[in-house]
């Protein structure tokens, strides 16, 4: 399962101490994004390997890194934590240390990310109301002495959120079986048709026959 050739890392496919992700792996991955709490028999049937096997497989993944944890989902609303908002921070650029020892003291950060572009790093943060991002926003943040500005953005609709995904997603987007293509239904009195060139050709010498 495991190897330690000292050869460099494969960015395609090799991690953490060299696991290399074959098909089988990402099989798991997959079905483990749908239920993180399947039990190792049902895994096993539903990747179609060994109950033996499948719970080798996902030891492994556990202990190469690939899977770091196992956590719970929640509804953020049932919570009470009902506004969700996006904060690009500016930093003054020699204090950059004393910015992630400040946001790391703030429980309502629920993601933080250093980015390219206008702003320096971008902040997501859950609160019950807009008055606390407000509060938040103006009234901690500016006082650190490393932000030097913000931009807020209020979430309207999360639109669609994922655990993670995986390089074979593509593959089963590109594979998947598109509709057929209607077929073409009489047009209404008073609505334009339009035909092809070669079909309208094709009539024309039948009509001239």
Not at 57 to 70: N, P, V, Y
Not at 178 to 207: D, I, N, S, T, Y
């Amino acid at each position: 399962m495991s190897s330690n050739s000292g050869r460099p890392a494969d960015p395609s496919g090799r991690i953490g101490i060299g696991l290399e992700l074959d098909s089988i792996h990402m099989k798991i991955l997959e079905i483990l994004r749908e239920n993180g709490r399947i039990s190792v028999a049902a895994l096993a049937e539903r990747v179609g390997i060994s109950r033996a096997n499948a719970y080798t497989r996902f030891e492994a993944l556990r202990a190469d890194g690939a899977i770091k944890r196992f956590t719970a989902e929640i509804d953020h609303v049932r919570a009470g934590l009902g506004i969700t908002a996006l904060v690009f921070v500016t930093v003054r650029q020699q204090m950059w240390k004393q910015f992630r020892a400040e946001l790391a003291r703030m429980p309502e950060v629920e993601y933080c990310a250093i980015t390219t572009g206008q702003h320096d790093a971008m902040i997501q943060v859950r609160m019950a109301d807009v008055a606390a991002v407000h509060r938040l926003v103006t009234e901690r943040m500016a006082n650190i002495p490393a932000v030097k500005a913000t931009e807020t953005v209020f979430i309207l609709d999360e639109v669609l959120r994922r655990p993670y995904v995986l390089p074979t997603d593509r593959d089963a987007g590109r594979t998947a079986r598109r509709p057929a293509a209607p077929e073409p239904a009489e047009v209404p009195l008073g609505k334009m048709r339009f035909v092809g060139a070669a079909e309208g050709r094709a009539a024309l010498r039948k009509e001239g026959g």
